[in-house]
């Protein structure tokens, strides 16, 4: 995997747990979608699922025909929901 890779896939999944967490954010799915795209296009991903526990997100996807795991710290990938919440013109 390279860095520009997962670096891809850290930026979608932080994106798109902010879409999840905040589904009438018009610029978080536009965002989402965007960088998904990138992982589509410019690296040939094909499928891509994630789920979480206390404190690891997992993600699972296939990549030039390989099915892989990556995993990532939660509070890391939920820091950017965190700022967006914590700051008055965008927090609920």
């Not at 896939?9 to 905040?22: E, N, P, T």
């Amino acid at each position: 995997m390279t860095k520009q890779f997962e670096n891809a896939l850290f930026d979608y999944l932080q994106i798109k747990v902010v879409s999840d967490a905040r589904p009438e954010d018009d610029a978080a799915k536009k965002t989402s979608d965007f960088f998904y795209s990138i992982l589509e296009e410019d690296h040939k991903l094909e499928h891509l699922e994630y789920t979480k526990d206390e404190t690891m997100y997992h993600v699972k996807y296939t990549a030039d025909g390989k099915t892989k795991t990556q995993f990532y710290d939660r509070e890391a990938i939920e820091q950017l929901l965190s700022a967006i919440e914590a700051e008055p013109r965008y927090g609920r």
